[in-house]
């Protein structure tokens, strides 16, 4: 079946450092991959769509500046959290897919950043 | 611009008691529409979607959720909850062509014994 694993599943870090984060699907072509930040108390806000081949898209209040995003291959994509604060802190979720405009992702179990 | 709306931040129901969550959705075109659950500590899964046909869509676990467009609803509905089914619900739209899924923001079921 489809699959999708992040790493690492937790980390807590200074502030004003940066986190590295992986999403790797198995089991299927990870054509999109959505990355999302669940900030405490928070529904999720999504931080850009990563399609192969494509531009990375962010959404409005997310830059490839502060998050930058790889996604080199069908099977692999990470982003780092750069110069991470207080308010970057939160569950960052993978969603990966073949064709986004199904809606149908799966996701990982998340990375938690937590930082001090 | 799409959103969605799960009015009820917190729902508790008795084990064994049939479960409605509410969500609305605002959208110009037709909408796919979904249902996600998040267990504690763990990442999102898919319970079921909604695309196109039969408006009762069937998910997994005994979920079921209707698709009534006049009321811009899709509310998810279980018969007969159990304790394990406690965790936060997310009701998602997404926005065919704009790439672009949107969540609610969730509905915390507990379930009392």
């Known amino acids: 079946g489809a699959l999708v694993y992040q790493y690492p599943r937790r980390t807590i870090c200074k502030s004003g450092t940066s986190m590295r984060m992986e999403c790797q699907a198995v089991?299927?072509?990870?054509?999109?991959v959505a990355w999302y930040r669940q900030s405490p108390q928070k529904t999720f806000e999504l931080i850009a769509l990563?399609?192969?081949?494509?531009?990375?898209?962010?959404e409005q209040n997310f830059t490839q500046e502060k998050f930058p995003i790889s996604h080199p291959n069908l099977s692999f994509s990470s982003m780092t959290v750069l110069n991470a604060y207080l308010e970057d802190r939160g569950l960052y979720l993978c969603?990966?897919?073949?064709?986004?405009?199904?809606?149908?992702?799966?996701f990982g179990e998340g990375s938690k950043l937590t930082v001090l | 611009a799409q959103s969605v709306t799960q009015p009820d931040a917190r729902v508790t129901v008795s084990e064994g008691a049939s479960l409605q969550l509410r969500c609305k959705y605002s959208?110009?075109?037709?909408?796919?529409l979904f249902w996600y659950v998040q267990y504690p500590r763990q990442g999102l899964q898919l319970l079921l979607k909604?695309?196109?046909?039969?408006?009762v869509v069937q998910g997994v676990n005994g979920f079921e959720a209707e698709f009534i467009k006049s009321n811009s609803s899709f509310h998810l509905r279980k018969a007969s909850v159990h304790w394990s089914d406690s965790a936060v619900y997310f009701c998602?739209?997404?926005?065919?062509?704009?790439?672009?899924?949107?969540f609610g923001a969730g509905t915390k079921l507990t379930i009392k014994p």
């Open positions: 969603g990966a897919g073949r064709d986004i405009n199904t809606g149908q992702l799966y």
């Open positions: 089991g299927f072509q990870a054509t999109s």
């Open positions: 990563s399609t192969v081949n494509s531009a990375i898209k962010y």
């Open positions: 959208y110009s075109g037709t909408p796919y």
């Open positions: 909604y695309y196109s046909g039969d408006p």
């Open positions: 998602a739209v997404v926005n065919y062509g704009n790439e672009k899924i949107t």
